[in-house]
């Protein structure tokens, strides 16, 4: 069957730039697979698809697509032979109907074609039936149009048809449909558009004023040639990145790295031009965090920094335009940004008027939830449980600089500067805290304490910021599922599993001996009497988070599972468990002692009665239990002499030596002896091994 590359391409109006590149994706994507479906496209063939996106279109070129679909045999299943046919073995009015509503008289349907096997355990009519193939032209217009339905639009918008009468949802008007089957023209049409040929370059700068594609391999380079459009995401984006490394390095500096820039200026040009730009040296007295973010957020540009990470005066910008003289098109950005600039100077100067301290009453006028008072009423929340951790980590002296920078943290939310820019809270205050004399401590602490912000951010600095951060994200754990506000599915809109792995994240990095049990009741204990008690869903919570951040790690689940069995209090160990868990996994002992302690456990829980205190060694009658008694005695004193230094894999690994005396001891002795004496007896010896072995993990969640 012949087969053809086909290129579809919509052309509408300026495409949102934040959803373009997943726009682009998602076109490509579905509707490679929407062919697929249709049997015009092998699975294989749209794995090669290639989609592009530029701010005024999306489109997709897809290789080896048919003419038309192959003609298939199909089994149909109609109905049980019970309810098909007749006492007297005649087909049912049920059956009849059933024919007729899938296009078929009784008598149309040859007896070959009817088929009687059995299925579930009941004997079932089927009809083998041939289902000829779509054309191109058939399946197209339908991929097309599911295509169209299923795209990630952020925000639809309604606009009417040339005819005055018709409305079509989209995300933005479309002007355009290309469809192209190697070189012919499909008839198909979508969103009131009928496929052509032709599409538009650049608005200023394409050669002609229309390009017919000739082909539907020539699409790419046709619109490069004669449009000035580079139709490539990919290609458009690697040649940013290519010209902002040459502009930097021409200058000895390097531009701001920041994927989500990238893309979003990748989606608002189509033939990307870099120039650099300067500004006025005196702006830099403003923290560069605050000049960083007005040129990346409101104008999109690249600023340059040094080798040590700090802000020149010089920035790069991306433009859509290649004029001979480039001259007003930099002096045009330089003049917008300077507006921008003064204003986070002027923001930054009104604010360095007033101290942290002497804004925080405001905080008691500001809403923090409605059903969890004002902020100020968090802060003292805060303060009280950052003077608690902050005591246990370091005692008085700690608790005291905990408490300062907690009682400032969110002072900088009525500051002018994070009223414009809110992305900057904490940062502004870290800031205002050095200008106001705070020691540096505190000031770090009030810079970093809503971090980590996400994954892979870096955690808080010191010891005070630590305290601080767990504080805030405890206070804001312990707030919200106390009013019933947990993270539902997908839905998270209060950012707690953020939180609780922020919480996991300082725990276990920072190796903190700090018990989150503990943890989560002074959480609770912070809030007046009255709000609600979610102490254990709380800690579910967390430990749920633990285990997926653990996983990420690297480790099985049978290696998680095994540690966190043993709920450790102090998550700092945790890593060094979870190796030794490993290390004793790779012996050739593990397996089998894994399964003897699965064994144990089973054993010691379906036990009625109570365990003897200890082993009385004149109840150990045979050679097996008395060996097993000797070695547990034997190797029980240096395995806990190593799990209480911490060298978690030195005590696991001395437990191999048990292997030879549990097998024996399993196979030669009865622990539900008759005499009661000797059956309490086995079972502390069995306790006795069992504690000896799940120190440091439960190893029976080892066993396959």
Not at 172 to 198: C, D, F, M, W
Not at 423 to 432: A, C, S
Not at 494 to 506: C, D, E, S, W
Request: glycine share 8%.
């Amino acid at each position: 069957m012949s087969t053809q590359n086909l290129l579809v391409e919509l052309f509408v109006e300026e495409l949102p730039p934040k959803a373009l590149k997943k726009l682009g994706e998602a076109f490509g994507t579905r509707l490679a697979e929407e062919l697929v479906s249709r049997r015009a496209l092998e699975p294989e063939d749209a794995d090669r698809r290639t989609w592009f996106a530029s701010p005024r279109r999306l489109a997709v070129h897809v290789p080896s697509v048919r003419a038309s679909a192959p003609d298939v045999r199909e089994s149909k299943k109609l109905m049980p032979l019970k309810v098909a046919q007749t006492p007297e073995g005649t087909w049912s009015p049920a059956f009849i109907k059933k024919l007729r509503s899938l296009g078929y008289t009784e008598g149309g349907v040859p007896d070959a074609d009817l088929v009687i096997r059995e299925e579930g355990g009941a004997e079932q009519v089927f009809l083998n039936q041939v289902v000829k193939g779509l054309s191109l032209e058939e399946a197209l217009e339908a991929a097309l149009k599911a295509t169209v339905a299923a795209l990630p639009i952020p925000k639809v918008m309604r606009y009417q048809l040339a005819d005055g009468w018709t409305s079509v949802d989209f995300v933005r008007p479309a002007h355009g449909l290309v469809a192209l089957h190697g070189t012919e023209v499909k008839s198909v049409s979508v969103l009131g558009l009928q496929a052509g040929r032709r599409t538009h370059g650049h608005r200023f700068e394409a050669r002609v004023s229309a390009i017919d594609i000739t082909h539907a391999d020539s699409y790419a380079q046709q619109l490069r040639d004669d449009g000035a459009v580079i139709a490539s995401f990919a290609e458009r984006r690697a040649e940013i990145v290519r010209q902002l490394g040459e502009a930097a390095a021409r200058e000895g500096l390097q531009p701001i790295d920041d994927e989500a820039l990238l893309d979003e200026v990748t989606a608002l040009v189509e033939r990307p031009s870099v120039l650099l730009c300067r500004f006025e040296p005196e702006f830099l007295a403003v923290p560069q965090e605050c000049l960083i973010l007005t040129m990346k957020a409101n104008q999109k540009y690249f600023p340059l920094l040094d080798a040590s990470g700090r802000l020149t005066e010089r920035f790069l910008i991306v433009s859509n335009i290649r004029p001979d003289d480039a001259s007003r098109v930099i002096q045009g950005n330089e003049r917008v940004v300077r507006p921008r600039l003064a204003d986070a100077k002027f923001f930054f100067d009104q604010d360095r008027k007033r101290t942290l301290e002497s804004r925080v009453p405001q905080l008691a006028r500001v809403v923090y939830h409605g059903k969890l008072g004002t902020q100020g009423e968090r802060v003292e929340r805060v303060r009280a449980l950052a003077r608690s951790i902050g005591d246990q980590l370091g005692g008085p002296a700690l608790a005291a600089q905990a408490d300062r920078a907690a009682l400032l943290a969110k002072a900088d939310l009525v500051t002018d500067m994070v009223g414009e820019f809110p992305e900057l809270q904490g940062v502004m205050g870290g800031y205002y805290a050095r200008h106001d004399g705070e020691p540096e401590a505190v000031a770090f602490a009030i810079e970093d304490h809503y971090r980590p912000r996400y994954a892979g951010d870096a955690l808080p600095r010191g010891e005070a910021g630590l305290a601080v951060a767990l504080a805030d994200k405890l206070e804001t754990l312990a707030g919200l599922f106390g009013i019933g506000q947990v993270p539902t599915g997908d839905k998270d809109p209060f950012a707690l599993r953020r939180h609780a792995l922020g919480v996991i994240r300082m725990l276990v990095e920072r190796e903190l001996p700090l018990a989150v049990p503990a943890l989560v009741d002074a959480a609770f204990g912070v809030f007046p009497a009255g709000h609600g008690d979610a102490r254990e869903a709380l800690q579910h919570f967390v430990y749920e988070r633990l285990v997926g951040y653990l996983r990420e790690g690297g480790y099985s689940a049978q290696e998680v599972d095994a540690v966190i069995a043993v709920r450790p209090q102090g998550w700092g160990q945790l890593p060094r468990r979870l190796a030794a868990v490993r290390a004793f996994g790779a012996l050739p002992e593990a397996a089998p002692l894994a399964a003897a302690n699965k064994r144990v456990g089973n054993i010691l829980k379906k036990s009625a009665e109570e365990t003897a205190a200890r082993v009385d060694p004149a109840l150990l009658t045979e050679p097996a239990e008395q060996a097993l008694a000797a070695a547990v005695a034997e190797i029980e004193p240096g395995a806990t002499a190593a799990y209480e230094r911490g060298d978690y894999t030195a005590s696991l690994q001395a437990l191999a030596a048990l292997k030879v005396p549990v097998d024996r001891f399993f196979d030669a002795v009865m622990v539900n002896a008759e005499d009661p004496a000797l059956r309490r007896n086995r079972l502390a010896l069995l306790a006795s091994l069992h504690g000896a072995m799940n120190r440091v993990a439960d190893l029976s969640r080892l066993a396959a």
